[in-house]
């Protein structure tokens, strides 16, 4: 085992990596931050990267890259058609994957979409652990309906179960007996994002996959998050202790039909692919690669990010890198529960997430609890996180509000790029912000876009207790931004 064991008995992720380029944060006075929100209309997407400090909002191609992989860009092949640099990732992944094929696409959702072109039909059913945004936006967009066989543990926020992701197996087995020929595949997606980054057992793996074969029914993995699945697999799954990360790879491979991925997070770089087995269905995938994300051998990938990938692939392999996120998440989700911070747990991957509904249960849902903290986390530390709630649904065709199973603010953990220093210090704002936590009020939309509405919706607090929690931090924190 590759762990490392402070002798004092601390438990500090240690950074297995040294930081060689570096780029300068601006932290801005609390004052100034209470003007930026304002001006960016209470909406974290519409803030100005430069007023940030610690850019917590996403994994999504913005973790740090590896001095190989820098090197690797230099030498790219430019060519529309039959690029080497295309080549040299289509080895990569049969060689990780084990699977013939390479489809590649711009990013995640490229995949999604020409998967759920080729496969979805109006009155179609797509069983899947849980659904993400752009996933589930594609299938019902082709007339297809998303349903969810996440096991209950699974949205319990404060948890021991080491695999919240699992999929519920005998329900599976139930919807594909009653909707024959309704289904056209399963979904089964690694490091379920949208609970908080957790991972699925081995055995529901295999479980789900031999249901799925005797029913001849396809299984598609959104591999988007496995670096973090496979992580955990190794850590605490007793059938997979022994193995490698790549014994553990080639294992859930086996069990899949088709595998795509966001490379945008699965291999450090930006970009994605569909990796596929011989079947009938990869010549009409093909097709639709070539009309909607370019030529076989690039797919509206740059070929320097194509080289990029395949590198960040390789090191994917190897413990000691991708051990890093979940390490660095583990400490700061113990470190704020040691805190009485509510927070979800076990910790996952992809980032920490606070849990709105106990840090700030006065806010009804209406009011967008996990928004309204998302907001309080900025003033409080400029630290940008994103709102997984209520303000990410949208509302039904009668116009009510869709309410959330879970109200969360993810603090996303970019892969190798903060320090331990400053996930303290996100630790103590963090925990600042739940000390006043009954300062912070709701928010109502000023102006509300009918289509995804948390990019670009404007919002506006209910009463001025921005403007006390920014007082309140002022005389608290005097000598400090
Ligand atoms: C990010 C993500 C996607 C979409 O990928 P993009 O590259 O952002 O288009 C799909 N599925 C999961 C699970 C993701 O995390």
Redesign the pocket.
């Known amino acids: 085992m590759e762990t490392i064991s402070f002798f004092d008995g601390r438990k500090i992720p240690l950074e297995r990596h040294k930081v060689r380029i570096v780029q300068k944060l601006n932290l801005l006075p609390v004052e100034e931050r209470l003007v930026r929100i304002k001006e960016a209309s209470n909406n974290l997407y519409l803030l100005r990267n430069k007023d940030i400090f610690l850019d917590m909002l996403s994994d999504?191609?913005v973790n740090a890259m590896s001095d190989r992989q820098q090197a690797a860009m230099m030498q790219a092949d430019d060519a529309y058609a039959g690029s080497e640099s295309f080549f040299r990732l289509e080895r990569t992944v049969r060689d990780i994957f084990g699977m013939d094929h390479f489809l590649p696409a711009h990013?995640?959702?490229?995949c999604?979409k020409v998967i759920a072109d080729l496969l979805v039909k109006p009155g179609d059913i797509v069983p899947m652990n849980y659904h993400?945004t752009?996933?589930k936006a594609h299938i019902v967009r082709c007339g297809g309906e998303v349903v969810e066989l996440l096991l209950p543990e699974g949205l319990v926020c404060q948890s021991n179960n080491p695999f919240k992701g699992d999929l519920d197996t005998k329900a599976l087995a139930k919807l594909l007996e009653k909707y024959k020929g309704r289904v056209p595949f399963v979904r089964v997606?690694?490091?379920?994002?949208l609970i908080g980054g957790q991972p699925f057992s081995f055995d529901n793996l295999k479980e789900t996959s031999a249901i799925c074969r005797k029913h001849d029914v396809p299984l598609v993995m959104?591999a988007?998050?496995l670096q973090d699945n496979l992580y955990f697999l190794k850590m605490r799954d007793e059938e997979c202790k022994d193995l490698s990360i790549r014994e553990i790879m080639r294992a859930v491979c086996d069990q899949c039909d088709i595998i795509y991925f966001?490379?945008?997070?699965l291999g450090f770089a930006r970009g994605?692919g569909i990796c596929m087995r011989e079947s009938e269905l990869v010549d009409p995938l093909k097709e639709l690669i070539v009309l909607n994300e370019g030529f076989l051998t690039y797919g509206g990938m740059s070929v320097r990010e194509i080289e990029a990938i395949a590198v960040g692939l390789e090191e994917t392999m190897d413990l000691s890198v991708i051990s890093q996120g979940p390490e660095f998440i583990a400490y700061m989700v113990a470190e704020l529960e040691k805190r009485g911070v509510p927070v979800v747990t076990p910790a996952g991957g992809?980032g920490c997430h606070l849990d709105a509904s106990r840090f700030v249960p006065h806010i009804p849902q209406e009011q967008y609890p996990a928004a309204a903290l998302a907001v309080a986390t900025y003033i409080a530390g400029g630290i940008r996180g994103m709102e997984r709630g209520t303000l990410s649904e949208s509302r039904d065709a009668d116009g009510n509000e869709t309410l959330a199973e879970m109200e969360l603010l993810r603090l996303a953990m970019p892969r190798r790029v903060f320090t331990m220093s400053q996930i303290d210090y996100a630790i103590d704002r963090v925990t600042w912000l739940y000390e006043n936590r009954d300062l912070i009020g709701g928010l109502c939309f000023e102006h509300e876009p009918k289509i995804l509405r948390f990019f670009l919706g404007k919002l506006a607090p209910l009463s001025d207790w921005q403007e006390k929690l920014t007082e309140k931090f002022s005389r608290d924190l005097s000598n400090s931004l």
Do not use: I, M, P
């Not at 997606?189 to 994002?193: M, R």
């Not at 966001?262 to 997070?265: F, L, T």
């Open positions: 999504s191609g990013q995640g959702r490229g999604e993400f752009t996933s997606e690694a490091g379920t994002n959104d988007s998050l966001s490379a945008r997070k994605g992809l």
